[in-house]
């Protein structure tokens, strides 16, 4: 591959080529009674094209872990021939062995027996109805139907046929009286067609295909990725901000609209534009895709487009394409919009505005879409999925750590579903899709048989009535005063930027009129914002965005002491040795020319690990077991077995075990599972490293052969491996922290790649967006120019907070993030794999010893994650304990608050011996009132 795969690819890629080959042999093996669906389900923006390029270059050249099958006849399926165009050049782009004789599109002219064996075909369904060509045989046209070539294949070549559906949750509407084009494909039940052995659905929403496959009695083997994973890598944002008005009703609201959408996407090209700068790097142009109904009217799109002129200066209409099926020049008004393949737009530089219908939702692909404004109604859950899908891809493939505002993108969708938009987002905020079936939205809960332990969001003015420290926000407070005239500022000066006509002016400029000061409250709708248990993925938000900085008003002492305070990195899905990622880890550091982080850091990670080999060699020679491992190698036994043709015969006598010594060939083959065992890259050194004792090839990879299957050298070059990695990130953390934006991107995947959580430290934005609200707090970290902070808090955060900042001691506090550098991430484990808790607050108070900070969290305990991260907060506790005044679990039972002292050694036993599902037992039994 082109591409070096994401640890979750890999894994992915290793899963579905096995289920491939298993479901093949298993249908030979019954007679075909056996057939069987493998399904890849990951959500929209992980790479699906790209797990599917390399699993096909897997199976047809062979890979590491997978011998080739180059007879085999992969025939990819989808509804849309652009779509397929676009995914057989990204094939070409990904695979470095699928070329275009490896590719062909099935045109109406195609006309074969039998499908090609090493080939990888491409149909587009819609050349397959009734009066297509394709369906019809016989004749001077042609001589087989598309069909009699695909039921010839099955027939003649079942083991080596994968038919492969893209977009697998399309043309599977069970409810339908007549089969769909699709399903004939699948073929068996009542199609009357002979059943693909194996097929392959490639799908971000899955519940239609498994259903339709439920229906026809097929087993499905599914791989699921997670959009925790996917985000994990970098590939998908952070957050989306849903921009839902109460009520579009007239015209002018959506005129309206449309140019708020417009100044945000403008407001995005800023903050690229300074990022780039900062960083050195290609600018990204973010476009705004606006979502029209099926059949608009002439009237209406000039409207939109008038008004996206007017709003954007310097925008022409050749910035504004078009995806409508028409694939001509739209000729509206006094407009002509050109036609745009949707699958061009991404590298198409001059495209800022996209006009569609579908396109969005049907394998689209522009990262740099950070804008979208719909028009439609959109009522099916799947549909809305992909489209949100398509606008949380990140343009660098990675999170920006500078600047939090790019790693959020705006949908504006009024006309949606808006309790389908509020599930998909709960779904994406679980960080699994609809995967996790254990989850139960709040809406639903059985209040008799679970009692509730979730705090309450109140009112605004409860809020108010509760707290003698919390104020009512104001454009003053917030800053979003400041931030509105700076806005109004920035589209000035890129209207003179963008102007060609306007005439430069000869004397001095006139000063920009600033209005006078007017203090405003700030009144927003009161929404729910749900921060509950098991959040652990896209945060959805609603409000508009204020900056906030580090709060002038607290000594710098106090953020001092937060930068210092222990996080971890939690590890990811595995997908490559530690041996290799310590090769990766040390390329990093040693990048730079003269401002590596560690120069020579290649050389002395090989001299490491060659050394583990060099030992168990000398260990070898000095028991003197050497060579008689290499003897054990180079031999190998048959069986004999004699039977007599005839009765009567004499009984040929013969050994019954028989020694034979291995070739060339066979030394050939014990290098490379000694290439598989240990890594081809220290294989290779290892090989070289036996030059000058060894002398010939076969000896140098006999030596290689004989090490690197001895019991434990592999555990030992990954021991090895691992603990030079945190060796080389703890005694370079500084160096690594002061890396540049790319660079750090790159060395905080290899810490993600780790086999347990790692330590490190977190980062504070110095410019973070952040939703206003109507209340604001003292004291917080960061805040607006005031020293206040706007935020929405539950009831126990509210009671936590206003109980603390009473306290004359306390100094400041942070509210942690769910996600990013800047949160304090604290390691749990369940169901065997690592996760990250982030704890609510973190509070500063002055003591006799200086500035001492203290956790406390305030947190729902009714889900099933609620022991582990109770588990592995009191671990933290016991881990770090002696940097804290205290570390808390604060709940409410019956109206009485309880804190939880986890630095306390019976308590912490306490948690860790626990078995009850239900955390109450533990509160009442060592807990105090808060």
Not at 205 to 219: C, L, S, W
Not at 255 to 270: I, N
Not at 319 to 333: A, K, M, R
Not at 855 to 869: E, F, G, R, V, Y
Request: net charge negative.
């Amino acid at each position: 591959m082109k591409f070096k795969l994401r640890g979750y690819q890999a894994v992915a890629k290793r899963d579905v080529l096995e289920d491939i080959s298993d479901a093949l042999q298993r249908y030979i093996e019954t007679d075909g009674e056996r057939v069987t669906a493998v399904q890849l389900t990951a959500p929209t923006g992980s790479g699906k094209t790209v797990i599917a390029s390399a699993v096909i270059e897997a199976a047809l050249f062979g890979a590491d872990d997978f011998t080739a099958n180059s007879d085999w006849t992969f025939l990819w399926v989808s509804d849309d021939p652009s779509l397929n165009e676009q995914t057989s050049r990204k094939f070409l782009t990904a695979s470095d062995k699928i070329s275009h004789g490896t590719i062909e599109i099935i045109e109406s002219s195609f006309d074969q027996k039998v499908l090609d064996g090493g080939k990888v075909y491409f149909l587009n369904v819609q050349k397959l109805n009734s009066s297509a060509r394709l369906s019809k045989e016989g004749g001077d046209l042609r001589e087989y139907s598309f069909w009699s070539t695909l039921t010839n294949t099955i027939e003649m070549k079942p083991d080596k046929l994968v038919i492969m559906i893209d977009e697998a949750h399309v043309g599977m509407r069970t409810e339908r009286s007549r089969d769909t084009i699709v399903s004939r494909i699948i073929g068996g039940a009542k199609t009357g067609r002979p059943p693909a052995p194996v097929i392959v659905g490639i799908t971000a929403t899955p519940k239609r295909f498994e259903k339709a496959m439920d229906a026809i009695n097929r087993r499905v083997r599914a791989t699921r990725i997670g959009v925790d994973q996917v985000q994990a890598s970098g590939l998908l944002k952070d957050g989306l901000v849903l921009a839902s008005p109460q009520q579009i009703a007239a015209n002018f609201n959506e005129s309206a609209l449309l140019r708020h959408a417009v100044s945000t996407v403008r407001r995005y090209e800023q903050e690229w534009a300074a990022y780039s700068a900062q960083n050195n790097e290609p600018q990204v142009l973010p476009a705004m895709v606006i979502q029209v109904a099926n059949m608009p009217s002439d009237d209406e799109l000039s409207s939109i487009i008038s008004v996206v002129l007017e709003s954007w200066p310097g925008l022409k209409t050749h910035n504004i394409c078009h995806t409508f099926g028409e694939h001509s020049v739209l000729q509206v008004g006094s407009y002509a919009i050109p036609y745009s393949n949707p699958e061009d737009i991404q590298d198409d530089l001059d495209i800022r505005v996209v006009l569609c219908k579908q396109a969005i939702t049907t394998g689209w692909d522009c990262p740099r879409a950070e804008v979208l404004l719909s028009y439609r109604k959109v009522e099916e859950e799947d549909a809305i999925t992909q489209i949100i899908g398509r606008m949380i891809r990140t343009p660098l493939a990675r999170r920006v750590e500078q600047n939090e505002a790019l790693n959020y993108v705006h949908c504006f969708l009024p006309r949606f579903n808006k309790a389908g938009v509020k599930q998909i987002a709960d779904r994406l905020k679980l960080g699994d899709d609809s995967f996790r079936q254990e989850w139960v939205h709040p809406e639903t809960f059985d209040k008799d048989t679970l009692p509730e332990l979730v705090p309450a969001v109140p009112s605004t003015e409860m809020t108010l009535a509760g707290s003698t420290l919390a104020k009512r926000a104001t454009t003053f407070n917030t800053g979003l005063r400041e931030e509105l005239l700076r806005r109004k500022e920035a589209e000035h000066a890129d209207a003179k930027l963008f102007d060609d006509e306007t005439e430069q002016p000869t004397g001095k400029p006139e000063p920009v009129e600033v209005p006078e000061p007017v203090e405003e409250l700030i009144i927003v709708e009161e929404q729910e914002l749900t921060d509950g248990p098991g959040a652990t993925g896209v945060s959805v938000i609603t409000q508009e965005n204020v900056r906030l900085t580090r709060n002038p008003l607290i000594d710098s002492s106090v953020f001092e002491n937060l930068l210092e305070l222990p996080s971890y990195v939690i590890p990811g899905v595995q997908y490559r040795t530690q041996v290799d990622r310590l090769k990766n880890f040390a390329t990093l550091l040693t990048g730079g020319g003269k401002n590596a982080i560690l120069q020579g850091a290649s050389k002395m990670a090989n001299d490491r690990l060659l050394q583990v080999l060099k030992e168990t060699r000398v260990q070898l020679d000095a028991s003197d077991k050497f060579q008689e491992q290499a003897d054990k190698l180079a031999h190998f036994f048959i069986e004999n077995e004699v039977t007599t043709l005839f009765d009567g015969n004499a009984v040929l006598e013969v050994d019954q075990l028989e020694e034979v010594e291995i070739d060339s060939k066979g030394v050939e083959q014990l290098f490379a599972q000694a290439e598989r065992r240990i890594g081809r890259t220290m294989a290779n050194a290892y090989l070289n490293e036996r030059y000058e004792e060894d002398g010939d090839t076969f000896t140098m990879m006999m030596s290689v052969a004989v090490v690197a299957h001895q019991p434990g050298v592999k555990e030992k070059l990954e021991q090895v491996a691992n603990a030079t990695i945190v060796e080389w990130f703890k005694e370079y953390q500084t160096q690594i922290n002061k890396a540049p934006a790319a660079l750090k991107a790159q060395l905080d995947e290899v810490r993600s790649e780790a086999t347990e959580p790692e330590p490190t430290v977190i980062s504070l934005a110095d410019n973070k967006p952040f939703p206003v609200a109507e209340v604001v707090w003292p004291k917080h970290l960061l805040s607006s120019p005031t020293g206040d902070y706007p935020v929405k808090l539950n009831e126990w955060e509210i009671h936590v907070l206003d109980t603390e900042l009473k306290d004359a001691n306390c100094l400041g506090w942070y509210r942690n993030p769910s996600s990013g550098s800047g949160a304090l991430t604290v390691p749990y484990k369940m169901n065997g794999r690592h996760r990250g808790l982030t704890p609510d607050f973190i509070f500063f108070h002055q003591t006799d010893d200086g500035v001492v900070p203290s956790i406390l969290d305030p947190h729902a305990q009714s889900l099933s994650d609620s022991i582990p991260k109770l588990r592995g907060l009191a671990k933290y506790a016991k881990d770090h304990g002696d940097q804290y005044q205290r570390i808390e679990s604060i709940i409410k039972v019956n109206d009485i608050f309880y804190s939880l002292n986890l630095k306390d050694s019976s308590v912490q036993a306490a948690v860790a011996s626990y078995s009850e599902a239900r955390p109450e037992g533990l509160y009442v039994e060592h807990a105090g009132k808060y």
